[in-house]
């Protein structure tokens, strides 16, 4: 009896993830079943202590990468990937912020004045992003999850384009990307938990956005800035969780990101993306947490690419904490610092990046 009502619900909860991910005529609806969801979180008891690696941490994914491979690339699923003994939904939205001021070129700072104007290179002045991501998270069983993530850009941009010597600007606004990720616990252990997960990125997002001022006004947007790709990729990775004494978890995960195809003249360079990192769990509501991000990419391809300005790798240490308001509910926040970079040609990078975020499950 208890096992066929727990089916039930699984299934029912299945419906309901089917009708927010692909039902728009039902969109009201759903929207109101999410939203009783998040007022029902502050008040549901927890289930299982298994939740603690559920929503300890849902920092960001490897992000947006305008002109460079640079982006909020902390490991998104250390919580995520934890979970499955329990199962549940995690609904997560996180606010991603980054300035791109510096520019670079292979392991050192360029300066911009050591170019006179106009100039046969192109030369860019900063780039700010400010990008929201959505994330629903939902446990089939023990094994088997699945996860969709969809972002929101925010992008302005300032650069000098080669022949130019009048700063062109744009605001690239809009959806992008969405991905989804089916996710194998090969062991469900505690202590010793290894993961397997593959998915596709999707061509959500719009590639056709222009610059607004002149001197490049109503010229098309360089496609690294643009809020989506226009291709699909596929995803591929694993992932390690440890807890090997009371007080200390670890996490070790790899991530490939392939573009399947061009399109429209341009596809993404192919990327790697590793991230390990230890958090200390005390018995308080403040967990102390530290990651190592490391991420590669390819240069772009196409006739829409500007290859000699893009790949390139870059090291980022990223303190950062966790903060538990409820059995359902968290927050967290990370500072992500360089401490290596290494870019082909001329590409602008950030000093810092801010990650922020809060999770509930119901």
């Known amino acids: 009896m208890l096992r066929a009502t727990a089916r039930r619900a699984v299934a029912r909860r299945h419906r309901a993830v089917f009708v927010v991910l692909f039902s728009p005529s039902r969109a009201a609806l759903a929207r109101t079943r999410v939203s009783r969801a998040l007022h029902q979180c502050y008040f549901m008891k927890l289930r299982s202590p298994a939740f603690i690696l559920a929503a300890s941490l849902a920092a960001a994914t490897p992000g947006a990468h305008p002109c460079s491979v640079c982006g909020c690339s902390l490991a998104s699923d250390w919580g995520p990937?934890?979970?499955?003994?329990?199962?549940?939904?995690?609904?997560?939205?996180?606010?991603?912020y980054f300035d791109q001021d510096q520019l670079r070129s292979g392991r050192h700072v360029v300066d911009r004045h050591d170019y006179p104007l106009p100039n046969s290179d192109e030369l860019q002045?900063?780039?700010?992003?400010?990008?929201?991501?959505?994330?629903?998270?939902?446990?089939?069983?023990?094994?088997?999850?699945?996860s969709i993530q969809l972002p929101y850009h925010d992008r302005s941009h300032q650069t000098i384009a080669a022949g130019d010597a009048e700063v062109s600007s744009s605001l690239a606004r809009g959806w992008g990307d969405a991905r989804l990720l089916v996710r194998y616990q090969l062991r469900n252990e505690l202590n010793n938990r290894w993961v397997l997960q593959a998915g596709l990125k999707l061509p959500t997002g719009r590639f056709d956005q222009d610059f607004a001022t002149r001197p490049q006004a109503g010229e098309p947007l360089d496609r690294g800035l643009q809020p989506g790709t226009g291709t699909t990729n596929l995803l591929a990775g694993a992932a390690w969780f440890g807890r090997p004494a009371t007080n200390w978890g670890f996490f070790a995960q790899a991530l490939l990101d392939q573009p399947l195809a061009e399109r429209a003249g341009f596809a993404p360079g192919a990327s790697l993306t590793f991230n390990g990192g230890v958090r200390w769990l005390n018995a308080g509501n403040l967990t102390p947490q530290l990651q190592l991000n490391v991420r590669t990419e390819d240069r772009e391809h196409g006739p829409e690419a500007d290859r000699?300005?893009?790949?390139?790798?870059?090291?980022?240490?990223?303190?950062?904490?966790?903060?538990?308001?409820?059995?359902?509910?968290?927050?967290y926040a990370f500072v992500q610092l360089p401490v290596y970079q290494r870019w082909n040609g001329l590409q602008?990078?950030?000093?810092?990046?801010?990650?922020?975020?809060?999770?509930c499950r119901w």
């Not at 990937?81 to 991603?96: F, I, V």
């Not at 002045?125 to 699945?146: C, E, F, G, P």
């Not at 000699?308 to 927050?331: D, E, H, I, K, W």
């Open 81 to 96: 990937e934890g979970y499955n003994e329990t199962g549940g939904a995690l609904l997560s939205l996180r606010y991603e």
């Open 125 to 146: 002045v900063s780039t700010t992003n400010r990008n929201a991501v959505l994330q629903l998270d939902d446990v089939i069983d023990r094994k088997w999850s699945v």
């Open 308 to 331: 000699a300005n893009s790949g390139g790798a870059v090291v980022l240490l990223s303190p950062g904490l966790s903060a538990q308001f409820t059995t359902t509910v968290n927050a």
């Open 348 to 359: 602008l990078q950030p000093r810092v990046l801010f990650v922020a975020g809060l999770n």
